[in-house]
């Protein structure tokens, strides 16, 4: 039997066992592309920009089957999927799709507004032998849960001090209807420049990879997914 729960306190020990059992082991792999514990447990005290959303599936005696975690820019009025995983013994059961369902509804009902919900994934760039997934595995799962990667170039600024920027990642947007094959680029632009200010502060604009994108981009009025 499993139970879906929201984390909101920072000391609650199951955001220990999420970030232990299923954090680390998936995303720990890889430098700089997970935040330490200490980041979640600041981010749920509001010491931050933006708001996270940490929701979990539990079973009977609380171990953490699958989880995720989503950062709302209000600016920008966008969501950014930052980790979703799913546990080795719990996999095939549908919760990562129960988890996107539930987030959606979350998003809903506490930031209407929100115009997108975004996903990195890694490019084919990284040695899969270096991760615990094949990218095109990764990017396959995502995108069975409604994840369309966007034809641009994408550079993750550093999560926080003392680590690198992320270059062999893809940007990816929710959507599940099949009629939509786009979305306008100024939602992306508005969001990735909110992002790298969060990251890098204030000064934000003079990083040059954030220059460089929003000069390639500056006349797209689309992203095709």
Not at 166 to 177: F, S
Request: proline share 4%.
């Amino acid at each position: 039997m499993f139970f879906t729960t929201h984390i909101k306190d920072s000391n609650d020990k199951l955001l220990e066992k999420f970030y232990n059992s299923l954090l680390v082991p998936n995303f720990g792999i890889i430098p700089n592309e997970l935040d330490d514990l200490e980041t979640f447990q600041e981010a749920l005290q509001s010491k931050f920009q933006y708001t996270l959303h940490i929701i979990l599936i539990v079973d009977e005696f609380e171990n953490v089957a699958a989880g995720l975690s989503c950062e709302y820019y209000p600016k920008s009025k966008c969501s950014l999927l930052t980790y979703i995983a799913v546990g080795e013994g719990y996999k095939g059961k549908g919760l990562a799709k129960t988890l996107i369902s539930e987030l959606n509804s979350h998003l809903k009902q506490y930031h209407p507004e929100n115009l997108a919900l975004f996903a990195e994934s890694n490019s084919d760039n990284v040695d899969e032998t270096k991760d615990i997934m094949n990218p095109k595995l990764r990017r396959k799962i995502l995108n069975s849960i409604g994840f369309n990667y966007l034809g641009m170039n994408y550079v993750q600024p550093p999560l926080s001090e003392g680590k690198d920027k992320c270059r062999d990642l893809l940007l990816g947007v929710y959507n599940t209807d099949p009629s939509i094959k786009s979305i306008k680029s100024e939602i992306v632009l508005d969001w990735l420049k909110e992002f790298y200010e969060v990251l890098i502060g204030e000064n934000y604009l003079e990083d040059e990879d954030l220059k460089e994108t929003l000069k390639l981009y500056s006349k797209t009025e689309h992203f095709l997914f």
